[in-house]
């Protein structure tokens, strides 16, 4: 039986190395004797946690029994209570991570086709209710698969758990059948650990209401994992339709077609997209998955942030998902090349943006409603000197609107207005001499504001007339 499962739920090939992760305990032992008795070439990977006195012990007995099998060892350790502090990590998240990094690191540097883990049933359990607990979706609520890849660690090499189907009692039985002598962890009693207290307390308690919870969770899982399999095809037909490119660190959808999707599949879009960007980031949340869904059918203002240093804008018809250090400009970013004066009311600056200029009678009903940010209202006899438009010099400073007359070096606008980092050198600034007046997109200069005593008006407007050619 397990050797199906081996070879159909895990995809594992009998003629390639797989690497398995062996802490000494009896899921992983059952789980090395089952993969070299099935003929697999095993190598034999433990990672030394330095959490408990016993660890080196466990460590060499891992070694032994390698050697006992005649299988080829690795072994690595690290400080993970040192380490996690460092990083701000629980003690249970920096070792997974430490674990995983010289797994997969040890599983590429020795050709192998997976790396396998043996956990079982009751991780499956303890793992879907540990979701639930801290709130998760559907892929979260699915549970561990036996064959899944995992970007943050390697974006070829799959993890793979051929135990999944076995209780902690069934790997117990196998070891006192086979001989082997497993190593029982006693910081499995702790229950200063979440998933110590969930194992110990909180499942023992609801199995007073249903004294089959373990089973029933599993079997929901895999229900789930069923479903999320269907919207996953749902996700791939409609990524097909509304992704209309991409490009080094950012994805482009069609604005109409991700708007008239469900939520549930605009959040599955994005998910994808940003894991796309970032395959070694950190999860992304519900929250972070429904503002991007929100953005998408209502994309008012400019941009909004999204998760791993990723944010959303709207343009053109599309809703873009970029990282910061990204090349965004797309020919859709009005942009500035040489110093260029406003002459007859129209300045033409290139890739199909166009600024024009107004004078109209001071109306309170026009500009103290305005909305636009492509728009500017500006006292007419403040720029009567005339307006040029250039790029940002070193050591330019801007009194923005609504900050009391205060000053800010426009480098750190640019910054707190999160203007993409690649469309901030070109980024056109409207000037009156060595004043600047407006920073098109954004805010209009404190000093330049129509007031109660102005007497004339001029209406500035940046806008895309003509797809550049």
Not at 36 to 54: C, D, M, S, W
Not at 155 to 166: K, M, Q, T, W
Not at 422 to 430: D, E, I
Request: with cysteine; glycine share 8%; net charge negative.
């Amino acid at each position: 039986m397990l050797e199906d499962v081996l070879r159909d739920n895990c995809g594992l090939d009998p003629a390639r190395p797989v690497l398995a992760g062996v802490s000494g305990g009896p899921d992983s032992l059952c789980l090395l004797d089952v993969l070299h008795t099935a003929g697999y070439q095993v190598i034999v990977a433990h990672f030394n946690h330095k959490l408990r006195p016993e660890a080196d012990l466990e460590s060499a007995a891992v070694a032994g029994r390698a050697r006992t099998l005649g299988l080829p060892f690795v072994t690595d350790s690290a400080d993970v209570r040192l380490w996690a502090g460092e990083q701000g990590l629980s003690i249970e998240e920096a070792a997974r991570t430490l674990r995983y990094r010289f797994m997969f690191a040890a599983a590429r540097t020795h050709q192998a086709q997976a790396v396998a883990v043996g956990h079982t049933a009751e991780d499956q359990v303890e793992t879907v209710l540990m979701h639930f607990l801290r709130g998760a979706g559907l892929a979260g609520l699915k549970g561990m698969e036996y064959h899944t890849l995992l970007p943050v660690f390697d974006v070829e090499i799959p993890l793979v758990r051929p135990l999944l189907s076995l209780w902690r009692a069934d790997t117990e039985a196998y070891c006192r059948e086979h001989g082997l002598e497993p190593h029982f962890d006693a910081s499995n009693a702790d229950e200063t650990y979440f998933r110590n207290r969930l194992r110990h307390t909180l499942i023992p308690e609801l199995e007073k209401y249903n004294p089959r919870f373990k089973e029933a969770l599993v079997r929901t899982a895999q229900a789930l994992q069923g479903d999320y399999a269907v919207l996953q095809a749902d996700v791939e037909a409609m990524w097909e339709e509304a992704v209309t490119g991409t490009g080094d660190g950012w994805v482009a959808f069609n604005q109409l077609l991700l708007a008239a999707c469900e939520p549930g599949l605009q959040r599955n879009l994005f998910r994808r997209a940003g894991e796309l960007l970032r395959p070694r980031g950190r999860d992304i949340g519900f929250e972070a998955l429904e503002r991007a869904a929100a953005f998408a059918r209502n994309p008012a203002g400019k941009q909004v942030d999204f998760v791993n240093g990723l944010y959303l804008f709207a343009e053109s018809g599309m809703v873009y998902l970029t990282a910061y250090e990204a090349d965004v400009s797309f020919g859709d970013w009005p942009q500035v090349g040489q110093p260029s004066a406003v002459s007859g009311q129209r300045l033409e600056m290139g890739n199909g943006w166009v600024l024009t200029a107004e004078e109209i009678p001071a109306s309170p009903e026009d500009w103290s409603k305005n909305t636009d940010p492509w728009s500017a209202w500006l006292d007419a006899d403040l720029t009567a000197g005339g307006l040029t438009v250039r790029a940002r010099r070193e050591g330019d400073v801007f009194h923005p609107l609504g900050m009391g007359g205060q000053t800010v070096k426009v480098r750190e606008f640019y910054i707190n207005v999160k203007i993409p980092k690649q469309a901030r050198k070109k980024w056109p600034l409207v000037c009156v001499g060595k004043d600047i007046v407006w920073v098109p997109g954004y805010r209009i200069a404190h000093p330049f504001r129509v007031t109660g005593k102005t007497k004339r008006v001029l209406y500035l407007n940046l806008k895309k007339i003509r797809a550049d050619t």
